[in-house]
């Protein structure tokens, strides 16, 4: 476990999509994981999941000081009708680790749980498995998934402030939205000075400004989706 937590610290995670996972049966709809950390993670698995069908999978993270569902809510509307396994956990702290406690750590350790236990439970498609969030959830979200972006293919970043990482691996494809009106995370030091630093880095982004504050469109959402899953 001491080796793991060093892992832990720079940001990175172990799990890894099985090649089969061990039962065909599986409960659909919301649900609860119980994990070792005691933390509340969603789960929630659509109506169109098949076994003998790999799913997509997105890890959804919420925003400062909101619950778990809101990270579930980001692709809700979209999961059913394009096979999307959705894993929404909630921070140890008000947010996440590098935020609250300016290091990778406890929240690292949740969700690699987590995400152990659906790659042992689902049949996940391997080049399908995202990491997403908004705001806070955004920013960690850019985190992670640059520090394992060979794990995670996609990134979805709605309203990010920053990227922080200790470590890249990968070049995962990454998705970023912004309003230009946003006070909360305002435009020009956040989500403009984002882009160019990820593209210095080589990695393609898909990068969508509208008109509006700290929010998320639906049609932003929607364009996410398709993004994702094309």
């Not at 609250?100 to 929240?107: C, E, K, L």
């Not at 969700?111 to 659906?118: C, R, S, Y």
């Amino acid at each position: 476990m001491e080796a793991k937590s060093n892992v832990y610290k720079i940001g990175r995670l172990t799990a890894r999509p099985a090649k089969k996972p061990e039962t065909t049966e599986v409960k659909k709809g919301l649900q609860k994981l119980t994990l070792q950390t005691d933390n509340k993670v969603l789960l929630y698995i659509p109506e169109t999941y098949d076994a003998n069908h790999p799913a997509a999978l997105a890890l959804m993270l919420h925003g400062s000081g909101a619950p778990a569902e809101q990270g579930l809510s980001l692709l809700r509307n979209y999961a059913d009708s394009r096979n999307i396994i959705l894993l929404a956990p909630v921070a140890r702290e008000y947010t996440w680790d590098i935020i609250a406690g300016h290091a990778f750590g406890p929240d690292v350790l949740t969700i690699d749980q987590a995400l152990e236990q659906v790659f042992f439970q689902y049949t996940i498609d391997p080049a399908h498995i995202a990491v997403g969030g908004f705001s806070d959830g955004a920013s960690y979200a850019l985190s992670l998934g640059l520090t394992n972006g060979d794990l995670f293919t996609h990134i979805l970043a709605f309203s990010p402030g920053f990227a922080y990482t200790l470590s890249t691996n990968g070049k995962p494809a990454v998705f970023i939205s912004h309003g230009i009106d946003d006070p909360v995370l305002p435009i020009d030091p956040c989500g403009r000075r984002i882009v160019p630093q990820l593209e210095d880095k080589g990695l393609k982004v898909d990068y969508h400004e509208f008109k509006g504050m700290h929010e998320i469109p639906a049609n932003i959402s929607e364009n996410a989706a398709k993004w994702f899953l094309k």
